[in-house]
């Protein structure tokens, strides 16, 4: 039966973590965008105290640790990142968990890693996971990934670059975290060949070349990494080592992608519901009046603006709830997960650079929040897969094409 | 519980509507579109699917089901995906039926719901729209004046279908102080009524639509629907823009379909056009957008399902059905090139039924 409500469990979590946005988000929103890779610790360990306290659950995206409350975990996800990416999408990332290193771990490893790395997460100091795929000359094309892991007795010596780590520089030096990389273990079999290593902080040869500085979410830190002959146990390659031709490994983990794919959907929503909020708010000031059910042609301009940004957050809203309610039903869904990506990444860019625009010199000034939101809301249409990769996928699956008939 | 699953039930009646506008409907709708006309069978198969006299209780004929604005969403979105114009021409009696059903008074309903209980198609209809470029629902012009005991109806109304041949017409009118509106109704041969012309369109060209003109048009109190109290106008324009929405997506939904099969078999420099991005990605945002519109829809009938105010939401809703059919429908013609703009194929009387959606209002309900 077609049902819009959330659950009265993640209802009341919702309404949690909207307190959380509010009270402890946005006060230190602005400071810490213009500080850039200065980290609110009073904020980070609140957050990791009450997500490691009993009964807590871990706060961010990505994570998959397991503790999630909810019965329906992946729709209670998405509810609760869009409302803290309201807050703030940069402090978001910022929050100390498993991240998308512990995606990986939950998808590729074994029964005995996923308890042995992802154990530590549960208490002691805040602790960062990360995920490092890309590399200077591959982002999307992920499979020509060219940093290798060689055997080497009982280790694995892991050499290359990796770039555009989210908490890559908390995860391996400010924290006792963790980084999954992806390296191949033999380049000719290309993708079936590249496999996930958990490299733990303080491992030898592992080291933060530098921090990059971007156009929003600036609080979190994004890491470029170098491994030089850095060595790793060979327990911490996540699942097989054996390589297999049929795409095997490689191809499951990408599966995890149908999974954080809503996630960053939601999280676009939540900045773009900040910015829409704002402006409501403003405009309600202003006297400006939103006049639903008038004809289309006696709207003002501002009234079509404002009604467009709106329907077309819900829009996107309702494809992300659906893709994370499909996941929790336990069906397939990689096309609905890149269709709520798509069109979530780039609904929210527009809506936001609109509602810059709307305010006129008030959204430009860096008074107010939402020229940030406007910067913070873009990263979503690129990271987990650009906005055309996602179309791509869309395109394959409404098609019945493989990778090969369209690429 | 947050769900997207259609229940047993109105998977059976997607199904079964489904089929009925892919076998039957589709087949007919270019002839229909070219001659104005649809066939008086094809009519009369579509009433046996009981769509209008479904929900009428069975104390006056009719089968007694439950009545949802999500299933009548579904209902809509199927038989458009067949052709819009039969599907608003089959559905049509609902704009009498359903509003009587839900508001109006029992004598009402024993008086206007048997029509509509029996073995053939009943026409019906409801006349709301006004041949204003800036009609507005909440500024309405044709008004209903009170005189004595009943009122009187001066204005007019257009896209009226099926008037020239419905006994019954639901006529919306403003109160003369233009502070509610109700609706009134009237047999079609009353003093002070002119049925005009038959409308020409530039799509929906199977559906007959009439002008009606008001002149010092009297009717009694008991024509008032809901009688003293009125009827909850806001509510049955919520109920009719989730129907219209609906529609957007059922053509959407045919156009896209079209349009994807077509970049699949036809080749360009030796290889299907659907394998060039620029194409693929047109199709892909197609997709997205019919899914996005669906939802918006299902969730305004949702809200009308449990009594709720939906008169943000339907509005909202149909106002991006209304751009997003238009845009898919014109992609479709564009995925099909020149072919796309010959009538030998259907997408072009799509994009000119889906052109509609912006300026019409009225034409179904749920």
């Not at chain 1, 060689?150 to 995860?171: E, P, Q, Y």
């Not at chain 1, 249409?381 to 996928?393: A, L, P, Y």
């Not at chain 2, 502070?179 to 020409?200: H, M, N, Q, T, W």
Request: net charge neutral.
């Amino acid at each position: 039966m077609i049902d819009f409500e959330i659950d009265p469990q993640t209802q009341k979590r919702i309404e949690l973590f909207h307190t959380v946005a509010e009270q402890m988000m946005r006060p230190i929103s602005r400071e810490y965008d213009e500080r850039e890779h200065d980290k609110p610790w009073d904020f980070l360990n609140a957050m990791w105290a009450a997500s490691t306290a009993p009964g807590g659950d871990p706060m961010g995206g990505g994570d998959a640790s397991g503790q999630g409350a909810a019965k329906m975990r992946n729709v209670y996800t998405v509810a609760t990142t869009e409302e803290l990416c309201w807050g703030d999408a940069g402090l978001f990332l910022s929050i100390p968990n498993a991240g998308l290193g512990g995606a990986a771990v939950m998808a590729a490893g074994t029964a005995e890693q996923k308890q042995r790395f992802l154990a530590p997460f549960r208490g002691g100091k805040p602790k960062w996971g990360a995920m490092a795929i890309t590399e200077p000359g591959c982002g999307s094309d992920s499979a020509a990934v060219t940093t290798t892991a060689t055997r080497d007795g009982d280790h694995w010596v892991l050499n290359g670059n990796k770039i555009f780590c989210t908490s890559g520089w908390m995860a391996v030096e400010k924290s006792e975290g963790f980084v999954v990389v992806w390296a191949t273990v033999d380049k000719s079999a290309g993708r079936p060949g590249i496999k996930p290593f958990v490299v733990e902080h303080g491992t030898p040869g592992m080291s933060v070349a530098r921090l990059e500085k971007k156009l929003g979410i600036r609080v979190s830190d994004t890491a470029a990494l170098v491994f030089d002959n850095c060595r790793v146990p060979a327990g911490h390659l996540l699942g097989s080592a054996e390589v297999k031709r049929d795409g095997g490994g490689f191809k499951d983990v990408m599966a995890t992608f149908d999974a954080t794919r809503p996630i960053v959907a939601a999280m676009a929503i939540g900045v773009g519901r900040a910015a829409l909020d704002f402006v409501r708010g403003f405009l309600a000031e202003q006297k400006v009046e939103i006049r639903y059910g008038l004809s289309p042609r006696r709207l003002s301009a501002v009234e079509r603006d404002f009604m467009e940004m709106e329907v077309q957050l819900k829009a996107a809203r309702l494809l992300t709830w659906r893709a994370a309610w499909m996941l929790d039903m336990g069906m397939r869904n990689s096309l609905e997960a890149s269709m709520a990506k798509a069109k979530a990444g780039l609904a929210v860019t527009l809506i936001t650079q609109k509602a810059v625009e709307l305010l006129g010199p008030l959204g430009y000034s860096r008074r107010n929040l939402v020229e940030k939101w406007m910067r913070d809301a873009k990263i979503n249409d690129i990271f987990e897969g650009t906005q055309q990769i996602n179309m791509i996928i869309v395109a394959r699956r409404i098609l019945e094409y493989s990778s090969k008939e369209l690429n | 519980m947050l769900s997207f699953d259609l229940s047993e039930e109105q998977q059976m009646i997607r199904d079964t509507v489904g089929a009925f506008a892919r076998e039957r409907i589709r087949p007919a709708a270019r002839a229909a579109d070219e001659s104005g006309e649809i066939p008086a069978a094809l009519v009369a198969q579509a009433w046996q699917l009981g769509l209008v006299q479904g929900p009428i209780p069975e104390s006056l004929g009719g089968n007694g089901d439950t009545r949802l604005a999500t299933t009548g969403a579904i209902i809509a979105e199927e038989l458009a995906y067949g052709d819009l114009a039969i599907a608003a021409h089959v559905l049509a009696p609902r704009l009498v039926a359903f509003p009587v059903l839900e508001m109006g008074t029992d004598e009402q309903r024993q008086r206007h719901l048997k029509r509509f209980t029996g073995a053939t198609f009943a026409a019906a209809s409801a006349a709301l729209m006004e041949p204003r470029w800036d009609f507005d629902p909440q500024a309405m012009t044709t008004v209903a004046r009170r005189d004595g005991n009943g009122f009187v109806l001066d204005g007019a109304k257009c896209m009226v279908a099926l008037a020239g041949a419905s006994d019954t017409l639901l006529v919306w009118a403003a109160s003369a102080n233009y502070d509610r509106v109700d609706g009134f109704l009237l047999a079609r041969d009353i003093p002070g009524l002119r049925v005009g012309e038959r409308e020409k369109n530039m799509g929906l060209k199977a559906l007959e639509t009439f002008s009606l003109e008001f002149q010092g048009c009297r009717v009694g109190a008991e024509a008032r629907l809901g009688g003293e109290g009125g009827a909850d106008f806001t509510r049955a324009m919520s109920q009719s823009r989730v129907a219209m929405a609906a529609m957007g997506v059922g053509v959407a939904h045919a156009a896209f379909d079209y349009a994807r099969d077509y970049a699949k078999e036809r080749k360009a420099f030796g290889v299907p056009i659907a394998t060039k991005q620029a194409v693929a990605f047109m199709l892909a945002d197609m997709a997205i957008e019919i899914d996005a519109a669906r939802l918006l829809v299902w969730e305004a009938a949702w809200h009308l399902d449990r009594g709720e105010d939906a008169h943000r939401e339907s509005y909202l809703a149909r106002n991006y059905v209304a751009a997003s059919a238009l845009k898919v429908a014109d992609n479709a013609v564009q995925v099909l090139g020149g072919h796309g703009y010959i009538r030998e194929h259907p997408v072009e009387m799509w994009l000119r039924n889906a052109r509609g959606f912006s300026a019409l209002e009225g034409l179904a309900t749920v």
